[in-house]
């Protein structure tokens, strides 16, 4: 499996990005794909993440109401709407997927198998 990642970019404070994550296949029924972010310095982070299956949403408690994570099934695609972006957003974003994911490992880094080559989005002040 292969994941794509896009839509990052250069934005002012206050405003909005969706990224993009696209999948190569889906393996499983139990397939979930979520986003993590990298600041330098610091470790990767949970963002968002989705089951496919029932569409249950997580998200981390910080981001959320400012983010959201869809997806399209037809296209193997999972986007995070960021809206009311701050300085301390800017990262380098990351999509994870898992065809094996159990709810307790929906926020970690370790439950995914899968990761795209990131995306940058840099929020200026």
């Known amino acids: 499996v292969q994941l794509q990642a896009s839509g990052g970019g250069l934005v002012q404070a206050g405003g909005s990005l969706r990224l993009s994550c696209v999948a190569s296949r889906r393996t499983s029924s139990n397939w979930a794909m979520g986003w993590f972010r990298q600041a330098p310095g610091k470790e990767r982070e949970f963002v968002a993440a989705?089951?496919?299956?029932?569409?249950?949403?997580y998200y981390s408690e910080s981001m959320k109401g400012r983010f959201t994570i869809s997806r399209d099934n037809a296209k193997n695609t999972a986007y995070l709407q960021m809206n009311d972006l701050k300085p301390e957003d800017t990262a380098l974003y990351y999509c994870g997927a898992s065809d094996r994911i159990i709810t307790s490992t929906m926020r970690s880094a370790s439950g995914y198998y899968y990761w795209g080559q990131g995306t940058q989005v840099t929020v200026s002040s």
């Open positions: 989705m089951r496919w299956n029932g569409g249950y949403t």
